[in-house]
């Protein structure tokens, strides 16, 4: 199993996103059979296994053991991440494209080249799965707490000029056996958690 995977055919999508069958995906992190997840959602075994099937056919869950007791066969299944991300892909015909509008200081822009990133990462992950490869990235996740928006904006110029000089620095056009990384860096508020207190 693994611990993200992207979804990015719109059929599989669809299917992800039915809520009975999001709780059965979500129910599966651990390997069950249909009869154990009926008993846990309050439904018959037969409409489990119509949502398992769809499941099944998208590559969203996978078999991991056969079980025979008496007459019958149980089929034990597991999903194949322990959580989705549904990748631009899957909308292709309206997904955003960051080179439209670019803009620093939009929050929109910011979240189109998120959208590339979920888009890109995922191929890329694919593509090195197949390959039986490790797939090569890096990121940072951190919070910064500012005085005021002066020392925001001075610390965004900061970065800027940092950030420049480093791909200057670093940026081989002519290397004829390089390959190109793409560098995403963004700044948003962190969201305010119910009941948190800002002036800790």
């Known amino acids: 199993m693994f611990e993200v995977a ?9 299917v992800s996103l039915d809520p009975v069958r999001a709780r059965l995906l979500a129910a599966l992190a ?5 009869a154990t997840l009926a008993a846990r959602a309050g439904l018959t ?23 025979r007791k008496g007459n019958c066969t149980e089929r034990v299944l597991r999903a194949t ?5 549904i990748s ?4 292709s015909a309206v997904a955003p494209d960051p080179d439209r509008s670019p803009d620093q200081f939009s929050a929109r822009w910011l979240l189109a080249l998120a959208s590339r990133l979920v888009h890109e990462v995922g191929e890329l ?4 799965r197949a390959a039986g490869r490790p797939l090569a990235t890096y990121a940072v996740d951190s919070e910064i707490r500012f005085a005021s ?5 001075r610390f965004a110029a900061e970065l800027t000029e940092t950030l420049t000089a480093l791909v200057s620095r670093y940026h081989d056009e002519k290397a004829t056996a390089g390959r190109r990384h793409r560098l995403v860096v963004g700044l948003h508020p962190s969201l305010l958690l119910p009941h948190h207190d800002d002036k800790e």
């Open 45 to 67: 075994r037969q409409r489990v296994n119509h949502h398992l099937r769809a499941l099944e056919s998208h590559g969203l869950i996978e078999l991991v053991e056969e079980r």
């Open 81 to 85: 991440a322990a959580s989705y991300v």
């Open 6 to 14: 992207v979804i990015d055919d719109p059929a599989a999508a669809e």
């Open 88 to 91: 631009p892909a899957a909308l």
């Open 149 to 153: 928006a002066a020392d925001r904006a």
């Open 30 to 34: 651990e390997p069950a059979s249909a």
């Open 125 to 128: 992950i694919g593509g090195a």
